[in-house]
């Protein structure tokens, strides 16, 4: 218990955090739900070009949007892409310009109408500069949303003359200063939904979202150092449709943050009976995102019923904007404290805290924008494990052999074949 008046975040104080090297990361993970709050006139200020750019294309039938980034960028297409396209009624593929960049003859083959939306949180990854330049070079009529968090980045250099280009700059606040991306994530993905589909967006539901992400700091933060506790070593997230591309971005959280001292899996509830399951022991915790969808539910139950059969209690989370429960003692079990910190020195084991209740579950929304929410209890417990095991958040990798920004890669020539 801290009885100091010293500052505390995420359960930790802030001296601690400092000291931990960790200081940037915890307070880039805190300040999304504020971030988020400022978005919708953000991009309602860009909808006028917005619009006289994309419209024109997007009025033909066989408009294809491509949603490219690198890494977490990547996965903010996962995400995205379901809904978008299903808002849309038109074909919305995400692909990671890792992959644009590499085989460009696979993912480029179709010269048809193509809007290129770009994630980037620097801009300054060589695969950035690279996709969007393939994709003029083999596409007809391309156009290009760019969505970053720095405005000076290669990428926005690349595009801001260019007539065929819009350039959506998030808050500086979202230019994440610690390695791992967080807030950047989560702003660029909500910006784009409320770019390009407002319907998925409607009134309130940013501010629910905010309000329901604070809640999810506060409370999340406990169940993680409750998790903390337990020592896992292996840590499975698991996701539907959209949720996949969540529980992809979750891991590589994970992943990240723990320098790999955690070892992490991803994938579908239906998928992971289909070999990955072999990677559960008994150090191992899943964690399953609900989908709003009650179709897709059932599916995502199904799979939590079958692992707490068979799993330690506590080791099989249930996650969503409205709940995180560990199944111990079933859902609807006793709230969290009302204030979480006063019970952090108690908090040993999961049956302490199983369910947290008492935040909006968004269910009414797409689980793109549910997902806003979810991963920020998945950086938490990144944040969480990498303390644990004695590293600094803010730099996972002091000798340089992963960094902030991915260097080392080599743009080659594609030529004539």
């Known amino acids: 218990m801290n009885h100091s008046r010293e500052p505390v975040l995420h359960g930790y104080p802030l001296g601690q955090l400092q000291a ?137 250099r690349r595009h801001r003359d260019d007539a065929r280009s819009l350039i959506l700059t998030m808050p500086p606040a979202s230019n994440d200063v610690g390695f791992a991306m967080t807030s950047s994530f989560t702003c660029m993905a909500l910006s784009v939904l409320l770019a390009l589909a407002p319907g998925l967006v409607p009134d309130a539901a940013v501010e629910r979202a905010a309000a329901a992400g604070e809640r999810m700091l506060d409370q999340g933060a406990t169940l993680g150092r409750a998790v ?60 399953v995102y609900l989908s709003a969808d009650p179709y897709t539910r059932q599916y ?31 859902e609807g079990a006793r709230p969290a404290p009302a204030d979480p910190l006063d019970d952090l020195d108690d908090l040993d084991d999961l049956d302490d805290l199983d369910d947290l209740d008492d935040l909006d579950d968004l269910d009414d929304l797409d689980d793109a924008v549910r997902g806003l929410v979810l991963i920020v209890f998945a950086q938490l417990m990144a944040l969480q494990h990498c303390l644990a095991h004695g590293l600094t958040p803010d730099n996972p990798f002091p000798s340089g052999t992963v960094n902030r920004v991915v260097q080392g890669v080599r743009i080659h020539s594609l030529g004539a074949r």
């Open 300 to 330: 995502d139950r199904d799979i939590v019923t079958e692992l707490r059969a068979v799993m330690p209690p506590g080791s099989v989370l249930t996650v969503t904007p409205g709940r995180v429960g560990s199944g111990v003692r079933g």
């Open 20 to 156: 931990a090297g960790g200081l940037a990361t915890a307070r880039e993970i805190a300040q999304q739900p504020a971030l988020w709050r400022l978005l919708p006139a953000l991009v309602a200020s860009a909808r006028e070009p917005l619009e006289a750019l994309l419209d024109p294309l997007l009025a033909s039938a066989q408009a294809r949007i491509v949603l490219t980034g690198a890494g977490t960028s990547a996965f903010a297409g996962d995400l995205l892409a379901p809904g978008l396209s299903r808002a849309l009624g038109r074909r919305v593929d995400a692909v990671a310009s890792t992959d644009l960049v590499s085989n460009p003859r696979d993912h480029l083959a179709e010269d048809l109408p193509t809007v290129l939306v770009s994630f980037a949180r620097s801009g300054d990854s060589p695969e950035s500069v690279a996709a969007t330049r393939l994709a003029d070079e083999r596409l007809t009529e391309c156009r290009h949303l760019v969505v970053t968090c720095n405005a000076d980045g290669a990428l926005a």
């Open 228 to 287: 903390v506790s337990r020592g896992y070593d292996r840590v499975v997230y698991l996701g539907s449709g959209p949720l996949k591309g969540l529980a992809h971005e979750s891991a590589l959280k994970m992943l990240e943050l723990t320098a790999g001292r955690v070892a992490t899996w991803f994938e579908s509830p239906l998928g992971f009976r289909h070999g990955p399951k072999s990677v559960i022991d008994a150090r191992t915790l899943v964690v």
